[in-house]
């Protein structure tokens, strides 16, 4: 519950923070992707909408391979993303 309301937070804030990412790996002691998390990791602090349309739709799956929370985070970013 706790994740899936970081994860809300952080499609919903202007900006990605991998901050978020970070305390969830932390909270769940998941191992986040490696390539998933270093791209993420690049766009800390980037407004989504400074980001080009294929990245945003790309966030997702980035997210999900960060956490391996797949369901969970395709539920949280359903159309949330594109909003921005």
Known sequence: ?????????LVSESY???SAID????????????DAYRILRT???C????MPK?????????ISKALGFNEV???ATKGSLALK
């Open 1 to 9: 519950m706790a994740a899936k309301t970081a994860i809300l937070k």
């Open 16 to 18: 990605f923070s991998i």
């Open 23 to 34: 305390s969830i790996n932390e909270m769940t002691k998941r191992v986040p992707d490696g």
């Open 43 to 45: 766009l800390h602090c």
């Open 47 to 50: 407004h989504y909408r400074d």
């Open 54 to 62: 294929e990245l945003l739709r790309e966030m997702p799956m980035l």
């Open 73 to 75: 985070v395709s539920e």
